[in-house]
């Protein structure tokens, strides 16, 4: 069975501040990844997604940026955290080719003040 | 792009009785799928339903809902909510027949609090 880890589970941090969000995909080899934003109240916005290692698209601009290290890890980072970061971060994985489900993970809470 | 409309933000239900949550879309690409997500309180979305068939009824944990892709719709329903059905629900399309990924667009959400 695949399993999917977010880390951190929340995080407070100041304006101006970095940020490092994981997401870790087990049990599925060469996975498609995505992560989401979800703010207070709001909708599911993909961010970026990726197909492969070292290859990651964007889909909305938001000062932020992503990365793909290996298989089955995927880091959303910025150097310089706005007021409006904050939400709920959600990293999502599905099978390629063909399936179109997309399984979501725990999600990592972030205020930023 | 595709969008996803859920008209209303809050539904609110007495324990038993019938709910029915509303979803239209418009699509201007090949859309694959529709999912119904729900989303309990500090958890992830989770699919609760999906489909692909135009005018087939698909059923999971007593909800059903069914594709019409005549009138763009994809609403949801249950004959008898349970206090365990409140949550948050997305209607979501996929669009992803010429690249090998899924782009899930989102609607709204809608929020079901079912009452004593």
């Known amino acids: 069975a695949q399993t999917i880890h977010q880390w951190p589970v929340a995080e407070i941090k100041a304006v101006g501040s970095p940020l490092s969000l994981g997401c870790t995909i087990k049990?599925?080899?060469?996975?498609?990844l995505y992560w989401y934003w979800q703010a207070t109240g709001g909708t599911l916005q993909q961010l970026f997604y990726?197909?492969?290692?070292?290859?990651v698209e964007s889909v909305v601009q938001l000062n932020l940026s992503a990365s793909r290290p290996k298989d089955d890890q995927f880091i959303l980072s910025t150097e310089k955290l706005l007021l409006s970061h904050s939400g709920f971060y959600l990293c999502a994985w599905s099978r390629d080719w063909g399936s179109y489900e997309q399984y979501f993970g725990p999600g990592t809470r972030l205020t930023v003040l | 792009g595709d969008s996803v409309t859920q008209t209303e933000g809050l539904v609110t239900v007495t324990e038993g009785l019938p709910v029915k949550l509303n979803c239209t879309y418009q699509t201007t690409y090949l859309t694959i799928a529709f999912f119904w997500y729900v989303q309990y309180l500090n958890e992830a979305p989770q699919v609760l339903l999906k489909s692909s068939t135009d005018n087939k009824r698909t059923e999971h944990q007593g909800f059903h809902a069914t594709l019409h892709k005549s009138s763009s719709s994809f609403h949801l329903q249950k004959s008898s909510a349970q206090l365990s059905d409140s949550a948050l629900y997305y209607c979501?399309?996929?669009?992803?027949?010429?690249?090998?990924?899924?782009?899930?667009?989102f609607g709204q959400g809608t929020s079901l609090s079912v009452v004593p």
């Open positions: 979501a399309l996929s669009e992803g027949a010429s690249s090998s990924f899924s782009k899930l667009v």
């Open positions: 990726s197909i492969t290692v070292g290859q």
């Open positions: 049990g599925k080899s060469s996975p498609n």
